[in-house]
């Protein structure tokens, strides 16, 4: 059997001062991040608005599904992304998305680099023994 469905979608794009009230605001969003491969690393995002809007995730413009990662990737209650174990797969463009009734808002996009350690960490000038009295100060460099 052939039939014919029909859909239709409103798309309204507000200027900044133009908003609902209550509409969501992304109060402090992902910053650059460096991981070590192998490592935790933490991508925050805290919203505000009315109702308190959902924080999900995006990365390089597809969503993150947690669910899909056998316990590696958890939305923390704070909103943060925690990506444990991390891989090179992990790395890329991050976006918080804070969604409610109001309206939805992008936080701006984070890159999150994962690095391999090629070389051992080694110091290059070994720290000296230094005595000193109680409450005194003293320099390691």
Not at 41 to 61: Q, R, V
Not at 101 to 115: D, E, M
Not at 124 to 131: G, H, K, T
Request: aromatic content about 6%; proline content about 9%.
């Amino acid at each position: 059997a052939h039939g014919e469905i029909t859909v239709s979608a409103k798309l309204s794009v507000l200027r900044e001062d133009q908003l609902p009230p209550g509409f969501p605001n992304i109060d402090m969003g992902p910053q650059l991040k460096v991981v070590e491969r192998t490592r935790t690393a933490t991508m925050l995002c805290a919203a505000s608005g009315n109702p308190d809007p959902e924080i999900t995730w995006f990365k390089d413009f597809l969503p993150v599904d947690p669910a899909t990662s056998n316990g590696r990737i958890k939305q923390l209650r704070s909103g943060a992304l925690q990506i444990e174990n991390s891989d090179e797969t992990d790395q890329g463009k991050y976006e918080c998305v804070a969604t409610n009734s109001a309206g939805v808002r992008y936080s701006s996009p984070a890159n999150l680099y994962v690095r391999v350690r090629r070389v051992a960490p080694r110091f290059s000038i070994l720290p000296i023994s230094q005595e000193i009295m109680p409450g005194g100060n003293v320099n390691i460099t």
